[in-house]
């Protein structure tokens, strides 16, 4: 057997490692552009500031070492260039020395990954304007911070960019961030993305919603960004990531299918419309695990698994890829916000019927010192509670919550599973009913029909005319203290002896801070024969929606 | 319906609130021997050092809040002394004032907990010597110590105990914990509660193993604990926490089914042997949810989730108590050690197959500073790789991992599902390959015969001439730093070159530090024709089983 892969970072390098093991006798090669094989991607953006101080940390092996213990014919710096199929053969051509040369294969891999996408705008081509894809990428960037940058700017709201802004911010960068979707971090729904928002405000760093950047000149002193809004925003540093593009000029050259976003297409097996000819990564269009329909999704932990899978099958042991739930994570400084599965739009987009409940519990038991608030919300069916998808952002805590919530998902479990999970809990860690299952019960609650819900992005959508009957079950005080437009307020414990001030000809919703005693109180008028539901997550998710500097 | 609910904390308050959710008629009372309802047992020992400054943080809720919200009738200082069974109805003892009754019920749910053990050893009721069981026990605790306590003994190494310990050394207490097992922690394996006992020592606990109690003396100042070894230990402050037996004396006064172990016996609804009368908490026998046999495990999350149960049930919403997994955690100062599950121990009890794989990854990416290296132990079927149990111990992230285990343990999930887990990954949070996921791999290969593998424990206590032929593929200078005897050293990377070096005719074991190059060796070795295992975790493992100070 006579292995190519093409590629060398994660799924590459991971499916080399496996054929390997599989198989002491294959030829394997692999081929990369890049200096660098299987570098730290996710690490890039923390070398900025020195949070990653080594660059030698950034590199997770070497060529030396996957020869040594692999016994695997690295070629760095060498460009696939084509594929013929009918010959078996790869083109390929040497960086470093300009040689070009062919090399047969029984299987090819392929694993170019995607390349940052720069939109064509006039000057984007200026020196001083980088993307950030390697660690080419990244010497160039912090050099040019070394160098001494006061201001940068961010195109693009994403995950790197977020990531790039807080080590900006590190090194005393004034950072703006500009974003031409209405939010930052597209995969998430909106009002999730809300408190990274604001600390990003809290952390200095400007954030411009819905702008675009039209062109980009050159000034005395750096660069200068004009926004199609007019506005202009000087830099010393401007840095393009507004999303990938696979890299499928290879695969498109040799006659592969690729998908309408340009993925590679392949089957379960990871093997393209060439039988020979499997492919992994971020070049590859996958299903959507729980939509079941075909997306994109460039992260690193599938990518390896695909390489491993890939690596499985060229040696016939048969290993399907289940397709990739999106589990995403970004820390922004001790902030987190996490996500996996289907997102309310994502939902939305593909007709798909569902139901959501937000919860805001502590990380930990409340009475031990340090817990932090997160604010979580669950998506799952309408009927049968299968869970969907599932958001958190806080701080400690969100990432276990959202990896339990990743594996219900992978599971098929449903919300009524959530109130049955027994987790680890101590009062450093968690709480004897863990935040997953208090959501558990609050959309349990919802779709066995004792907790009627209303979303409060609903209400706040409909005319205020049409509206439900609001009444805040809170303390007077924390009324005074901010409330939703029209509400009027009876304290929960105060409400059974107050039912004469509801009305009865008109639904009712009740609300308290984060649902639970609006949840009591829908349960205590719902007896008392009213027409009543709860505001899901309370006035903290009202705030979601509307943060206390936007516009009601 | 007229409920009556016996005990006030965690099942007994939890099964009160859901009853006044499902039913605003209902008449509920609640009863409870304690001055205090609902309080946070799990949080007592932090009230010792101050950790938790404010004592009212330990009142999880109050009476009175029980009343206003819930419209309970709650009776503190209230004993139920008799259940007359016939008759439905209970004999009550008022304990602030003398004054008995009857109250009569169409349905009991028993919530009275469990009681810690005293050994009936001499002098065990002296002054000085303390349960910890109620906010009245931490007090008085907390009081010894605040009026000066130099030296304390412990008796007991389970989880109050140690947390005890941590809060006692932090009020600069020398403490010694005396522990009648071999083991502190007696539901891990204990191997497992290795790195929890070098952590006692390095803070400065003194650990007693194999060594019990066999009288109290008083003496001029304080106290002296003389142990079986003639070991005699001054203290001003002795804590029983040698186990809890179940409260059930009014459930066997008034005829109903307990269990061998004293546990109230319920079905799986909860009701007890009669119909009218329900029982929760740690007063119950319930279902191991992975060995499917009847146990005790006191855990304040189970509890909670059969009271609600348990009020379910009553008011006709058939709800199942699907059994106890067992999950639960300890923090000691910095370190955690958490399990799910079955141990290697309970299923030996049981006579169970298992297989069992250990790793030793870092909580998040290498490169990214701050990595904790924690050990996971992963328990499985032999020939399904149906998952039975895991045990962690480390820093960070064990609790995450735990909690995903424990969610796949519920799923009925497989080894061959954590290989395809799809876990949220930035370098702060976890790895492109997950420690999740690496467990996967390596017990996947195992139950597929990729990867033999063979335990440390049992080629150590093989004799030493029938043990395999041990090579050590590390490299020569971590081999210098310590290895297993009569190991010869041949590094991975020279593998394939010296395989002259090894012999043909007789089993051999690879090892390294944590296991990953000596599956690679192991696969070198498989592929050219050498009958050869891995040692599991590797040298690491070794460690666990045989810490350095200890005799091999």
């Known amino acids: 057997m006579k292995l190519l892969i093409v590629g060398g970072v994660a799924g590459g390098a991971s499916a080399a490692a496996r054929a390997r093991r599989l198989s002491e006798d294959a030829e394997i090669v692999l081929f990369e552009r890049g200096p660098d094989v299987s570098f730290a991607n996710c690490g890039l953006p923390y070398y900025v ?17 996957l020869r040594n213990r692999f016994k695997l014919d690295v070629r760095t710096r060498s460009s696939v260039e084509t594929i013929d199929r009918a010959a078996k053969k790869v083109h390929v051509r040497d960086l470093a020395t300009g040689r070009e040369y062919e090399e047969s294969y029984d299987t090819l891999i392929l694993a170019p990954g995607a390349a940052p996408f720069r939109p064509p705008i006039p000057g984007i081509d200026l020196p001083g304007i980088f993307t950030l894809r390697n660690l080419q990428d990244i010497d160039l960037i912090k050099g040019q911070v070394d160098h001494g940058v006061k201001q940068a700017v961010l195109l693009g709201g994403g995950f790197i960019n977020l990531e790039l802004a807080e080590n900006l911010v590190r090194r005393g960068v004034a950072t703006t961030v500009v974003e031409k979707n209405g939010q930052i971090l597209t995969p998430f729904d909106r009002e999730m993305t809300t408190p990274i928002v604001e600390h990003l405000a809290t952390k200095g760093v400007t954030l411009l919603l819905s ?3 039209e062109s980009i000149e050159k000034t005395a002193d750096g660069l200068v960004v004009y926004l199609k809004s007019g506005e202009r925003l000087p830099a010393q540093l401007v840095v393009v990531g507004v999303g990938v593009r696979p890299e499928n000029k290879l695969a498109v050259g040799a006659g592969l299918a690729v998908g309408p976003r340009g993925g590679i297409q392949v089957n379960e097996y990871l093997q393209t419309s060439d039988p020979s000819i499997f492919a992994v990564g971020d070049a590859v269009e996958v299903t959507d695990f729980v939509i079941l329909e075909q997306t994109q999704v460039p992260l690193a932990g599938p990518a390896n698994r695909q390489g491993r899978i890939a690596a499985d099958n060229v040696f016939d042991r048969k290993a399907k890829y289940r397709g990739t ?3 995403a ?10 996500m996996t599965g289907a997102s309310e739009k994502s939902l939305s987009r593909a007709k798909r019927p569902y139901r959501k409940v937000y919860i805001h519990p502590m990380h930990h038991a409340g009475y031990y010192p340090g817990a932090e608030q997160m604010s979580l919300k669950v ?3 309408p009927e049968t509670g299968k869970l969907l998808g599932a958001q958190g952002v806080g701080g400690a805590g969100v990432d276990k919550r959202i990896d339990v919530l990743a594996v219900a998902i992978q599971a098929g479990m449903t919300v009524f599973d959530l109130e049955e999970m027994e987790l680890a809990y101590a009062p450093q860690y968690g709480s004897a009913k863990d935040p997953i299952n208090m959501a558990g019960f609050v959309a349990s609650g919802l779709v066995r029909g004792d907790h009627p819900q209303t979303d409060v992005d609903s209400i706040l959508a409909t005319e205020p005319g049409q509206r439900p009957f609001l009444v805040d079950v809170r303390t007077a005080q924390e009324f005074s203290l901010g409330n939703i437009p029209g509400a009027v307020n009876i304290p929960v414990d105060e ?3 107050r039912l004469g001030e509801l009305p009865r000809d008109r639904p009712i919703a009740a609300y308290c801070q984060v649902g ?11 007896q008392a024969g009213f027409t009543v539901s709860n505001v899901g997550g309370g006035y903290k998710t009202y705030r979601l929606f509307f943060p206390k500097d936007a516009k009601q």
Chains 1, 2 share one sequence.
């Open 379 to 381: 998506i799952f069916h």
């Open 49 to 65: 500031s020195g949070e990653i101080a080594e660059r030698k940390k950034l590199l997770v092996t070497t060529p030396e070492m």
């Open 516 to 526: 639970q005693r609006g949840y009591i109180a829908t349960r205590i008028l719902l």
């Open 325 to 327: 739930q999106g589990t």
């Open 211 to 213: 702008q675009t950047a």
């Open 495 to 497: 409400l059974r002896s």
């Open 329 to 338: 994570i970004l820390g922004f400084f001790d902030r987190t916000v996490a």
